[in-house]
């Protein structure tokens, strides 16, 4: 398999002497194509800063994670940082942790992958869990379809096309000119898992992965490759009977389509996957709320029912919380929420306010003026780690009546054990 280099959200990349200004070491080659794809592509200057510390020109990573590769056979794989004494194999924990919660990630085995990342890196996990996948599929059977064919058959079958007939067989009056719909196993679904096992061939696997993908290829053998991907994944239907090919089809179409961004890479064969974290915890903490919650009360994500200001008629400046925790007889709302992908230090207090930030107060005011009439209660809610695994149990008071709580989300808890309530859903 290719080289895996493996590093944390915020990490500095460099190369040659970097080393002694803490940076961790890359081939040249993979710098200098690091730091092209931070100068020309959208998506690379937001995952890469170009920075220099002493002298030495470095790569700063941005709060990303996932993995990418290089053409110089290196895959960087970026972990999200959750703590400072945090090993890659935790780390691959909390990130697929959060992924298998995510819409687009649900077919992830939680419990296979986590064991999976205490000794192999992402892309090996990922391919590992579509290999498994494929493998269940397989065992179920392949699904065929009727396929239209055209042909000259000694036999009459289907429809005779009379023109073709006439243009070719006036002479051989024994062959019928044919439309037919044969059963075969020539359909969308099966030509995109068999082009996602072909893509995955042009990686340098390890021996386990390289050994599953060649007898999977070999099990799609008679079946021909996508020529047309997005047009297959355009008209991809899974009828009743093909719940099997629900989470094999997930990652095919991951490995076709969302690991290989044009933008991002130039080599079509590559595969890169690349995740905002902020995004990654507010969509986590989104789907994985409603089980801390009590039944009376749900959860409305980026709900923009208000505006900061009127301009005349026209609403200005959309005010946009992350969550809203409304009642559900009477509907009202309750509560507001933002969540932040930070790692705050509860020890640091009067010296730097524990890292909060004064814009996300300001941010948290208008959201309390708007949604709760400056009356109720608040949260600010980041990542729980070793340093921040209480809330912070003071609240702080925009008034008399409005209140906000900063509370850690514990990402590899059980249910009902992430959210760390206070206030009047603490009995505090």
């Not at 030495?56 to 056979?73: D, E, I, W």
């Not at 915890?281 to 089980?291: G, K, N, Y």
Request: charged fraction near 20%; include cysteine; hydrophobic fraction near 40%.
């Amino acid at each position: 398999m290719d080289e895996v280099i493996s590093v944390f959200e915020y990490d500095l990349l460099g190369s040659g002497k970097a080393a002694s200004v803490g940076a961790k070491l890359v081939p040249q080659q993979v710098f200098d194509y690091l730091e092209e794809l931070s100068l020309t592509s959208i998506q690379g200057g937001q995952f890469l800063k170009l920075t220099s510390r002493s002298g030495f020109k470095l790569l700063q990573v941005q709060n990303y994670a996932g993995m990418l590769s290089t053409p110089h056979g290196v895959q960087l794989e970026i972990l999200p940082k959750v703590g400072k004494n945090l090993t890659h194999a935790s780390a691959r924990e909390v990130l697929l942790t959060m992924l298998s919660h995510l819409p687009g990630f649900r077919h992830i085995q939680t419990q296979q992958a986590t064991l999976q990342a205490q000794h192999m890196p992402l892309l090996e996990v990922f391919i590992s869990q579509f290999l498994h996948s494929v493998s269940q599929l397989l065992k179920q059977g392949l699904r065929s379809d009727y396929v239209s064919e055209q042909d000259n058959l000694p036999f009459m079958k289907g429809k005779l096309m009379l023109s073709a007939q006439l243009r070719h067989n006036v002479v051989n009056r024994h062959k019928f000119c044919v439309d037919y719909d044969d059963y075969m196993p020539d359909c969308a679904a099966n030509r995109l898992l068999h082009s996602a096992l072909d893509k995955l061939a042009s990686l340098k696997l390890s021996s386990e992965n390289q050994r599953w993908l060649y007898e999977m290829r070999f099990a799609f053998d008679g079946i021909p490759l996508s020529r047309d991907i997005e047009n297959d994944i355009n008209s991809l239907r899974l009828e009743r009977g093909m719940a099997h090919y629900n989470e094999p089809m997930a990652w095919a179409q991951l490995i076709l389509k969302g690991m290989s961004p044009s933008a991002l890479q130039g080599n079509t064969d590559a595969i890169s996957l690349l995740f905002p974290m902020e995004a990654v915890f507010e969509s986590f903490v989104a789907q994985t709320l409603p089980d801390e919650l009590p039944s009376h009360l749900h959860v409305k994500s980026q709900a923009a029912i208000y505006s900061l200001v009127k301009h005349g008629s026209v609403d200005c400046f959309k005010l946009r919380p992350d969550l809203l925790i409304q009642s559900r007889h009477p509907i009202k709302i309750d509560m507001v929420m933002d969540t932040k992908w930070k790692l705050l230090n509860s020890s640091l207090q009067e010296r730097s306010r524990y890292g909060l930030a004064q814009s996300d107060f300001y941010q948290m005011f208008a959201y309390g003026q708007k949604y709760l009439d400056g009356k109720g209660e608040m949260y600010l809610i980041y990542p729980a780690h070793d340093e921040f695994d209480q809330p912070i149990q003071q609240h702080f008071a925009f008034s008399e009546t409005l209140k906000l709580w900063v509370v850690p989300y514990r990402i590899t808890a059980k249910r009902g054990k992430r959210m760390m309530w206070m206030g009047n859903m603490g009995g505090a």
